[in-house]
């Protein structure tokens, strides 16, 4: 398929914008949340479900989703998606119960399910120029990160006028002009054999991905001792474990496994999660210095991250001419390398860290995610027939919402870990009082302002202080990581050609020998 010029890159701007669009969702909330339970007091397990449900329904169905729009059409897939994430967005804004706004959000996940892998997937299809494509991926890539940096200042902004449904309602005409211009500008691409769509792995890849996700997001809240984290990861594994070998069985599979034993594909898929692993993790932990040590207001907090979302952009933009220079293997280690830089910078900040210091650490440890993403996202899109783009973007994108989860869960949970154990309270702060002091951050502040004001004052400095030492040890635990990464990304993605050519499908269906993928 050969699409016009303009046509294709009018492609990419819909694909951007429509990415954008979700990247701002998925952290938009987190502003919207303490207005949210002020005015319709929902339950601690509804607001959970509140918060989770929207990554639940989005993480389970990406990878059928990405079938699916191979089997349809990705065109037809994004505009129904894209339909039904507006429709959604109105539902949510204006839920007037809990149950309602836990439906809604869910309902929202199933449509980003459809508009994700469709993005990436309608970009692999027009940029068929190796070089073009890369570009185009860097620029994909760059627009998602700019819009998870940007969810916190737009719905900082929009609460300050209005209600919480407002950053829930912004999308509404967002969506209907992506609807519009899309159905004139986007071209339309399919699987031409895509096989029929096997009904015993679609629920088994939805229960298997729902339920790890459910286990790590859970550990990490209330730990792992509930006997509910080990149910669902148990179920879990044995979901995916059942759901890989019919895989390997089946002559259409919705993944096709043998691609991970491709050192090109793997490699970039291992890459996306350890990095994003740790860089969702360390925006956890920033979200709470910026508001519960240094006091600033939610909008101030998502203005300070910002910088981080532009170094990401950047990076990504910068990617495509750095790989025709260094190569994919040393671009991906380079970016690794200075992601775990920048996180080494991050490990000395503390209570009197200045600003400056602060963005200069963000820009360096996010213009090497940008480097990172941009190549392992174009590796992984390369790497499959043109056919195939809509579950490969579908494995790539869960493979990174399985990696944020474990990141928050793991790193998340270094970070209370050592909150909690480190923590050492004056004698006469109450027994019940030093419970809820030493369960986080948030509840040592709500509970030393009933203190006497002497205690109170001694309290809220200790638990600070303790926070930001905590934060230091979680920090530089994911900066070893991402250095280890860097090492293992050289070798992984060795000998991967600076622009990889077309692959294509022999008489069965299967890459042919000597291309990327059939190595």
Not at 3 to 27: H, Y
Not at 62 to 79: A, C, E, F
Not at 224 to 231: E, N
Not at 384 to 389: D, L, M, N, S, Y
């Amino acid at each position: 398929m050969t699409v016009p010029s303009p046509r294709k890159w009018g492609t990419l701007v819909i694909a951007c914008l429509a990415m954008l669009l979700l990247a701002i969702d998925l952290t938009v909330l987190h502003q919207a949340a303490p207005k949210l339970v002020e005015e319709m007091r929902p339950s601690a397990p509804q607001f959970l479900w509140i918060v989770d449900v929207y990554g639940f329904a989005l993480a389970g169905l990406l990878v059928t989703m990405g079938n699916v729009g191979d089997r349809i059409g990705r065109k037809r897939l994004l505009l129904i998606g894209m339909t039904a994430f507006g429709a959604a967005s109105a539902l949510t804004a204006y839920a007037p119960t809990p149950e309602w706004l836990i439906a809604a959000r869910a309902l929202l996940g199933v449509a980003g399910a459809t508009i994700m892998p469709s993005t990436l997937s309608m970009i692999r299809n027009v940029f068929t120029d190796p070089r073009e494509r890369t570009t185009a991926v860097g620029v994909w890539s760059s627009v998602s990160a700019l819009g998870f940096a940007l969810g916190p200042v737009v719905g900082g902004a929009l609460l300050n006028s209005f209600w919480w449904g407002s950053v829930f309602l912004v999308n509404v005409p967002v969506a209907v002009l992506i609807v519009v211009v899309g159905s004139v500008v986007l071209p339309e691409s399919r699987n031409p054999r895509p096989g029929r769509l096997d009904l015993v792995s679609v629920p088994l890849s939805v229960v298997g991905v729902v339920a790890v996700v459910y286990a790590l997001k859970t550990a990490a809240h209330d730990g792992v001792a509930g006997a509910g984290v080990w149910v669902a990861a148990a179920a879990g594994l044995v979901s995916l474990v059942l759901f890989t070998r019919r895989q390997a069985r089946l002559a259409e599979p919705l993944i096709d496994v043998r691609l991970f034993g491709h050192r090109a594909f793997s490699g970039a898929i291992g890459a996306n999660v350890v990095c994003i692993f740790s860089m969702l993790a360390a925006s956890l932990a920033f979200a709470q210095y910026f508001q519960l040590v240094l006091g600033w207001s939610p909008l101030m907090s998502g203005l300070a991250g910002l910088p981080g979302g532009l170094g990401a952009a950047a990076g990504g933009a910068l990617a495509a001419p750095l790989v025709t220079a260094l190569g994919r293997a040393r671009v991906v280690a380079l970016g690794l390398g200075l992601s775990a830089a920048g996180f080494v910078m991050y490990g000395q900040v503390d209570m009197a860290t200045g600003y400056g210091y602060m963005v200069a650490a963000m820009i360096v440890a996010s213009i090497g995610t940008g480097f990172t993403f941009a190549v392992t996202n174009d590796t992984i899109l390369a790497s499959v027939p043109r056919e195939r783009a809509g579950a490969a973007s579908a494995i790539a994108e869960t493979a990174q919402e399985m990696g944020g989860a474990l990141g928050i869960a793991v790193l998340g949970s270094v970070l209370n870990g050592a909150y909690r154990n480190n923590l050492r309270l004056p004698a006469e702060v109450p027994a019940d009082a030093a419970d809820q002091i030493r369960e986080s951050l948030g509840g040592a502040l709500e509970t030393a302002a009933a203190l006497p004001a002497r205690l109170a004052e001694t309290v809220t400095e200790t638990a600070r202080q303790t926070f930001v030492d905590s934060m230091q040890m979680t920090v530089m635990t994911g900066a070893v990581l991402l250095a280890l990464l860097a090492v293992a990304a050289l070798a992984a993605l060795r000998g991967v050609p600076k622009v990889i050519a077309e692959v294509d499908l022999d008489d069965e269906g299967r890459p042919q020998e000597g291309s990327v993928a059939a190595r």
